[in-house]
């Protein structure tokens, strides 16, 4: 029935497929077999297997079981969903947050619940794919914005002046390049426009910021940015998303955010392991000292060899290549010196911009990073880059 469609994908090198990846200490995977170094998750700060959020989750699912049973407004909440509210809401210095079950779902539930008709959403046109569906389940009008082009926003909301409300959505950390997003400048206008301002921190939270909390506090905005989104399953190392804001900001999602009404609630045990998290977070500061190490360590060396990163100013760093069958090259001959990385190819991208999207974490060791540097010197010496 679909067959035509799935090959013209793989003759246009765009078909995806799943590999089963097997993880025991971290950065060290096995994939068919082989014994592999992965760079590109996002478990930023390798708290996934952390002992503290694996004990955390057992002990909770000792005593609550596992699966909540119903979303959270019918019988799903449980005291672990809302410590860990509370949790977030101190962490990130807000008055009040609410878990979402992904950041996906968060996206698609918060954008659509804050602007609907007679309002407008001002969006990056490189925000996350979440975003964009978020936009597109509102009823508001969509304005798109260029990349970080804070003249061209100015721009679009001189057009929409008059409308009730005005929501500027933007990735903090941009996924899929590593730069972050110009959010004084975001929150200057938005305040001059009288706007409101939403950030998704799926890639910020636990990287950016002195104490790891994210754009904000990256930034020093604290108290200007309305809606702070962010994700548990990055470098939190657990599962599940929230969305960080003042009292009654979240007594409107409760009420009108669909994501969150109509699913079933996060089990106690994710809970509890996010819990752990943070705890983790902040009493080991080492762990994000690490990976900003790590990180420039791996930027300055693939910098050395004349690769191309585009504007990564964090972990995440893309080796652009503009091919989608060269990246899927590019990633294979990776994948044969050791080094397991995903070719990041459209509609994920624009069309014409594939990349090798690497990630560096606090997991890797120095050698490990040596050693991703040295496949990338071979390619290049290869011709390959
Ligand atoms: C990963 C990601 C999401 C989605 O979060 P999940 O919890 O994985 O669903 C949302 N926004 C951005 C920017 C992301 O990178």
Request: charged share 20%; aromatic share 6%.
């Amino acid at each position: 029935m679909f067959e035509l469609e799935l090959s013209q994908l793989e003759h246009q090198q765009l078909a995806r497929h799943l590999i089963v990846v097997d993880s025991t200490d971290g950065p060290h995977i096995t994939v068919n077999g082989r014994s592999m170094l992965l760079m590109c998750s996002n478990d930023y700060l390798g708290l996934s297997y952390h002992s503290a959020l694996r004990l955390a989750a057992q002990q909770s699912m000792e005593n609550c079981g596992f699966g909540s049973g119903a979303s959270r407004l019918v019988s799903g909440t449980s005291a672990l969903h809302q410590e860990l509210e509370k949790k977030i809401a101190r962490f990130k210095g807000t008055e009040a947050a609410l878990l979402f079950n992904s950041g996906y779902a968060a996206n698609t539930g918060i954008i659509p619940a804050i602007a609907s008709t007679g309002d407008v959403v001002l969006s990056d046109c490189l925000n996350h794919a979440s975003i964009v569906d978020g936009c597109r389940l509102s009823k508001a009008e969509i304005l798109v914005y260029r990349h970080k082009d804070l003249e061209h926003l100015e721009t679009l909301m001189h057009t929409c002046i008059h409308a009730r409300r005005k929501l500027i959505v933007t990735d903090g950390v941009f996924s899929m390049d590593g730069d972050i997003a110009p959010l004084p400048g975001i929150v200057s206008l938005a305040e001059k426009y009288n706007a409101i301002v939403m950030v998704d921190d799926a890639h910020s939270t636990g990287v950016l910021g002195r104490t790891g909390k994210g754009s904000v506090e990256h930034f020093g905005l604290s108290g200007r940015v309305s809606i702070q989104m962010g994700t548990l399953g990055k470098a939190l190392g657990s599962f599940g998303a929230y969305a960080a804001g003042s009292k009654d900001l979240i007594d409107f999602l409760i009420n009108h955010a669909r994501s969150f009404i109509y699913s079933t609630a996060l089990p106690s045990s994710v809970c509890a392991a996010s819990l752990a998290a943070i705890d983790v977070l902040e009493q080991e500061p080492e762990r994000r000292e690490k990976l900003w190490k790590n990180r420039s360590h791996f930027l300055t060396g693939l910098n050395a060899f004349g690769i191309n990163t585009g504007d990564s100013e964090t972990p995440i760093v893309p080796v652009h290549v503009g091919d989608s069958g060269q990246a899927l090259k590019l990633a294979e001959k990776l994948f044969t010196y050791g080094i397991y990385v995903t070719a990041i190819r459209p509609p994920t991208v624009p069309v014409g911009s594939a990349r090798i999207r690497t990630t560096v974490t606090a997991a890797h060791s120095w050698e490990d990073i040596d050693l991703a540097l040295d496949a990338f010197k071979r390619l290049r010496s290869e011709g390959y880059l």
